[in-house]
C-alpha cells in the first residue's frame, strides 16, 4: 500500500497501550532457607572442576564466614584502603590456627 502522498508504503501503527505492570512474586525466604540447608559439607554438593572443588573444601566457608565477620565488625562504613583484606587476611590466620590446634 501507498501512503496519501505517494512517497511508499504506509506505516504500521505501533501499539502503544502496555499491560498493567504486576508486582513481582517474593520467595519465602523461610521455605527457601529450610531447603538449602544439608549435612553435607559444600565441596560434596557442588559439581565441577577439581580446583573448584578444592577451593569449596578449603576456602569457602571460611571465606564467607571471614566477610560476615569484617562486614559486622566494622566500625564504619568506609574502610581504609586495604583494612578489609587485612582484617579477612588476620581472620583466616586466627580460624586456620584454631583448625591446626583442634586437629592436634
Known sequence: MDSEN???PTPKKLKTESPTPQPIP???T???ASIAKTNRAVHEIVDGSDFRKFLNKHFTEELI???KHVWDTREKDD????EAL???GQ??????KQKMENKN
Open 6 to 8: 505517494g512517497d511508499g
Open 91 to 96: 581472620r583466616l590466620i586466627e580460624r586456620g
Open 86 to 88: 587485612q582484617r579477612l
Open 30 to 32: 523461610q521455605q527457601t
Open 26 to 28: 517474593q520467595l519465602n
Open 65 to 67: 564466614s571471614g566477610l
Open 79 to 82: 574502610l581504609e584502603e586495604g
